[in-house]
């Protein structure tokens, strides 16, 4: 069974910095893109992040200069260090990847964890 394990989490203040990480198990052939979505209260969930097949990353304008994302090929791995915290970070964040386990490529998603950012 394939799997998005996402960990790193939780409250932080203002100013503050928080290193979310998401590691894909089961049986992988290859990964391609892979990003961080975050969904806020009453809000559609939204693209953070994004990093695909030779390390080209995209953002969004929100966060562009405070959040480095950053994967690992060995470990399919994918990490998101968010620095200059402001409370309109918080939000459920979802890593995303895109993977081929079978004869396509396929969706996936992980399971959300929450960073609160109080003031």
């Known amino acids: 069974q394939v799997r998005l394990v996402e960990s790193g989490g939780g409250l932080v203040q203002a100013g503050g910095s928080l290193r979310l990480s998401c590691a894909a198990s089961?049986?992988?052939?290859?990964?391609?893109?892979m990003a961080w979505y975050r969904q806020a209260p009453g809000k559609q969930r939204a693209l953070v992040a994004r990093?695909?097949?030779?390390?080209?990353?995209n953002y969004a304008d929100s966060v562009r200069g405070r959040f480095t994302i950053s994967r690992d090929n060995a470990k399919n791995t994918v990490y998101l260090q968010m620095n200059s915290l402001t409370p309109e970070d918080t939000a459920v964040y979802y890593c995303?990847?895109?993977?081929?386990?079978?004869?396509?490529?396929?969706?996936?998603w992980g399971q959300g964890t929450q960073v609160t950012v109080s003031s």
């Open positions: 990093i695909v097949t030779g390390e080209t990353t």
């Open positions: 089961g049986s992988i052939f290859s990964v391609n893109a």
């Open positions: 995303y990847a895109r993977m081929k386990t079978g004869p396509y490529e396929y969706d996936y």
